[in-house]
């Protein structure tokens, strides 16, 4: 039986299990350009800095915060990408797997 003592003893609990979730979901390492799938795709943080020679169907204005396979908001400096488990690219970011959000 829940009393009201020990209701009162939960609610901050939850609250600190709610924080201590979000600040892991916050800490999603960041994709590394040099990982395989990463490099395979050409991925870069920075999209100007896209291989365009490798990948020339790159056109300028195309980000991560762009595509439809972003998973931030598109305000957010980075988010998860559907391509990246557990890990984030960054909003202004790049890959050749860019499809323009509808
Ligand atoms: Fe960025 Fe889209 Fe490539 Fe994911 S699929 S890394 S969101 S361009």
Do not use: H, N
């Amino acid at each position: 039986m829940t009393t009201r003592r020990s209701f009162i003893q939960i609610i901050p609990l939850t609250g600190a299990l709610l924080l201590a979730s979000r600040s892991v979901l916050a800490a999603a390492p960041s994709v590394d350009e040099k990982d395989p799938q990463a490099a395979a795709l050409g991925y870069v943080a920075d999209a100007t800095k896209a291989d365009k020679t490798k990948f020339p169907k790159y056109a300028a204005g195309q980000v991560c915060g762009g595509c439809q396979l972003y998973q931030g908001k598109a305000t957010d400096p980075a988010g998860p990408c559907a391509l990246f488990a557990g890990k984030q690219v960054s909003s202004k970011g790049w890959c050749s797997a860019y499809v323009k959000k509808a």
